[in-house]
């Protein structure tokens, strides 16, 4: 059996990208949002820019929702990253799949975005 410690998070992981998989559920997001919370993260996940209508949208941005327009790759990562870099602490979750659905190969711009933001 294995005991996780959460009372204390090393300092370089307060600006980290957090992997969560498989994503095959809208409830995947509360699942991983309680978990990387419970571990003293500040987090933070991307969700399309069509979900962030009103009510949804203010619940969204209050557990921490960034809307995003997921239209061009290199512009999208790069916007990511600088985020990452502005702020003192963030923990972005990100579901690798790209889709709710179960995939055999995750997509990589979870490395892209770790690499350009240097964490």
């Not at 003293?40 to 995003?68: D, Q, S």
Request: aromatic content about 12%; hydrophobic content about 45%.
């Amino acid at each position: 059996r294995y005991k996780l410690d959460f009372t204390h998070v090393p300092p370089e992981a307060h600006k980290s990208i957090l992997l969560f998989a498989p994503h095959t559920s809208w409830r995947d997001f509360v699942i991983g949002k309680l978990a990387v919370t419970a571990l003293g993260f500040e987090t933070h996940v991307l969700i399309k820019r069509a979900a962030f209508v009103f009510p949804l949208g203010n619940i969204l941005r209050y557990f921490g929702g960034i809307p995003v327009d997921r239209g061009n790759f290199s512009r999208f990562t790069t916007q990511v990253a600088e985020v990452i870099k502005e702020r003192e602490k963030m923990g972005l979750i990100i579901c690798p799949e790209g889709t709710r659905s179960l995939v055999q190969k995750w997509k990589r711009g979870f490395y892209v975005m770790a690499e350009k933001a240097e964490v």
